[in-house]
């Protein structure tokens, strides 16, 4: 297989941010929780990349661990929204160049304020998607801060 260079690798070397890339291509997972299986890493840190539109249709960017569910309140409340529901999936392209299952938080078309749960506070390194079906990146999350201006909080279901 040909090495693939995603643009989100390219934006990574370009800010001379260290990763590490995965390919799980072929393996058959569809959800997060299968890619961490294929990837043979810990679910609670490998991350996906949720899309979120508020009432007065502003964007807001969420990355949870993979097995975890979005809060909308809680995800609302970190910004400072009243609330805030998932974006359709038809939104999803146009809005951020990016298809369902692909979605990084680097790259998109515009930057959309971003919030990481906070459990990545925990791990040296978090896995999430390196903005292609198949492609994983790890970075630490002090680095993913560099490319991309995110907070953190708590963001998911009790």
Known sequence: ???VKTNVMRILEKQKIPYKH????????????EVAA???????RVFKTLVTVSKSRHYYVFMIPVAEELNLKKAAA????????MLKQKELLPLTGYIHGGCSPIGMKKQFP?????????YETIIYSAGKVGYQVETSLADLQKVINCATADIIMP
């Open 1 to 3: 297989m040909s090495e």
């Open 22 to 33: 995965y390919c799980y291509e072929g393996t058959g997972a569809v959800n997060g929780v």
């Open 38 to 44: 294929a990837l043979n890493e810990d679910a609670n």
């Open 78 to 85: 970190a910004v400072k929204e009243k609330d805030v529901e």
């Open 114 to 122: 971003t919030v990481v749960h906070a459990s990545a506070q925990d």
